[in-house]
């Protein structure tokens, strides 16, 4: 595959670089309800689209559920659809979210994460899109606006190979309203990792090959929906592990992690810290601004949530360190869902490390200093409660 030369960067916000590259993507159909933080991308989907530099069909909906129904019916048709939504929208739209998995049709949406009521709150936690965790939606968390950009055109590959929904995740406001410098990646330069959809007939509404989509199953026949979308879950890990650097490199980036996540750090460190979404940066920065620090302790930014690349993240834990599992969301009366999953591989894989920790931060948008990061780090090794609410 040829690779292109990588344009230049641009000083965008966060909802404009995502609604650029959903217009080079160029879906069919776009269907959404504006709700805070995500507003943003859809009022730039619908003024590129008046303003004729695009050539997809808009449709206003009167709610998030009526939007995620005509994505869906326009998936079932075998065109590519688009949406976009967050919060108490992400809630409305859960019938259809789980319908979408059912009927396997490729669809791609934003959640711009936030928190959700009550009490009511706008900013940024990701309590919304761990209501949907278990859907069926293969999810992308993005650390900053390049990877989000980044995901969106892997997300339509992913979710075309595997006829599953996929979910690209970006922090409400700390990346939808923020700017950072990117290159989002010409019409031209993505088609050639991302061609032109063409759904094998008979998988996609035709009047001349009639199918149905959502039909009633009988027990004796629904189990074995549920174990299809489990394996082609499962195989997708392999998928995204071979398309992603296939795309990082037909676009011109020179990014060497596999999509499924990114370590940064020693090889051998004392202690791992490891979280989703924006959050990366500032432990990030936390790590950089201490010599001590740079030189014993790794990040790893988990990128691919669902599928959980357990088995890719074990091999990447090496020695036996502290681990410490840093989220913006709470499973209420067990734990935090990250710390939940990577407490579950470390037993399934029989992997002994020194200590695992759960540190809740960020809920409702609180913040998360570096200062907060580096009392976390000390922490670690200390004997005392394994689940924390650290603010």
């Known amino acids: 595959m040829t690779k292109v030369k990588q344009t230049k960067r641009e000083m965008l916000e966060g909802s404009r670089a ?18 805070t933080p995500q507003t943003h991308i859809v009022e730039d989907l619908a003024k590129l689209k008046a303003e004729g530099e695009a050539s997809y069909k808009y449709l ?6 009526a939007a995620a129904s005509i994505v869906l019916g326009a998936s079932a048709t075998g065109v590519r659809s688009y949406s976009a939504t967050s919060s108490q929208g992400l809630l409305l739209m859960a019938e259809v979210i789980h319908n979408i998995v059912g009927m396997r049709l490729p669809v791609v949406m934003t959640c711009a994460n936030r928190a959700i009521s009550a009490p009511i709150s706008i900013w940024n936690d990701h309590s919304d899109v761990m209501s949907i965790r278990d859907s069926g939606f293969i999810q992308f968390f993005a650390s900053n606006l390049q990877e989000a950009v980044n995901q969106h055109i892997l997300a339509y590959k992913i979710a075309e190979k595997t006829n599953l929904p996929v979910m690209v995740n970006m922090d409400g406001f700390i990346l939808t309203h923020s700017y950072e410098p990117v290159v989002i990646p010409s019409k031209t330069s993505i088609r050639k990792f991302l061609p032109d959809h063409k759904p094998e007939p008979g998988t ?3 009047t001349k090959k009639p199918k149905t989509f959502g039909a009633f199953f009988s027990p004796e026949y629904y189990m074995g929906t549920r174990e299809d979308i489990q394996n082609d879950l499962s195989k997708s890990i392999e998928l995204i592990k071979k398309e992603y650097p296939l795309m990082i490199k037909t676009l011109g980036f020179k990014d060497k992690d596999n999509g499924l996540f990114e370590y940064i ?34 990040l790893l930014k988990i990128k691919t949530y669902r599928p959980f690349p357990a088995t890719e993240i074990i091999k990447a834990i090496k020695g036996s360190p502290y681990l410490g599992i840093i989220e913006k969301a709470i ?3 067990q734990a935090g869902p990250l710390y939940s999953d990577i407490s579950e591989a470390l037993n399934s894989h029989n992997k002994k490390v020194k200590g695992v920790k759960n540190y809740i931060v960020g809920l409702g948008g609180k913040d998360i200093t570096e200062d907060m990061i ?5 922490d670690l090794p200390k004997k005392n409660k394994k689940i924390q609410f650290y603010v």
């Open 265 to 298: 750090g020693p090889k051998n460190p004392k202690s791992i810290l490891m979280a989703l979404g924006s959050v990366n940066g500032t432990i990030l920065a936390a790590i950089k601004s201490d010599k001590e620090l740079n030189n014993s302790l790794g």
């Open 18 to 35: 995502i609604a650029l590259t959903i217009k080079n993507i160029a879906p069919s159909v776009i269907s959404a309800y504006p709700i």
């Open 374 to 378: 580096k009392r976390i780090i000390k």
């Open 331 to 333: 499973n209420l009366g």
């Open 60 to 65: 206003r909906a009167e709610s998030e559920f």
């Open 204 to 206: 996609y509404l035709d």
